[in-house]
């Protein structure tokens, strides 16, 4: 397949690896290490579709604002506890330089959106005070289950990313609606190589 928008890379890529598991295939245009990204944030047009990629990579789904700014917010995941409630991430990308403040703004979208938790994704590593200022947020505590908590607010990185770390967070995985696979009698799919 081709296309060049990251969002329906990312999604082409989903469906691929949800349907045919052992498919070898090659993504090529996206950030593949740290300097990539760091590219692809450098430019004006490049901004966006790091933060597209940078949301949608995690399983988030970016935010669109129906104008007048996003509010702080640049996409969203979801989970279910285990009375089947459904909670909320916010996530917010931060693409350049960011400082303690911008955890607090966060800290208050995050309240303002009643949401379980929220998470700043970063192309820069935190200092020492922005980590103390998420940490202050306390803890989202999962109903029923006391050895479940996770952060309430964090701050991930490009490179925890690449290091093969991934946000404290419940599973978000149906986040993204699944695309129904259709099996048909008689019907064989060629493989992939």
Partial sequence: G??????AVNL???????????????????????PSA??????????????QWFVTILGGQPYKSSGGGDTGIDGFMYFRDVENKLHTIVIQVKGGNYTPNDVRAMRTVVENRDAAMGILLALKPPT??????????????????????????????????????????PDVSNTLKKAKRILRERETQPELF
């Fill in 2 to 7: 081709i296309d060049i928008t990251i969002l």
């Fill in 12 to 34: 082409i890529e989903k469906r691929i690896r949800d349907h045919f598991p052992n498919a070898n295939f090659i993504v090529k245009g996206i950030p593949k290490d740290v």
């Fill in 38 to 51: 760091q590219k692809l944030a450098s430019t004006r047009k490049g901004k966006f579709l790091f933060e």
């Fill in 128 to 169: 020492k005070g922005m980590l103390a200022e998420a940490a202050s947020a306390g803890r989202f505590q999962m109903p029923r289950q006391p050895l479940l908590n996770y952060p309430k607010i964090q701050i991930f990185t490009v490179e925890d990313y690449f290091n093969g770390k991934r946000p404290e967070a």
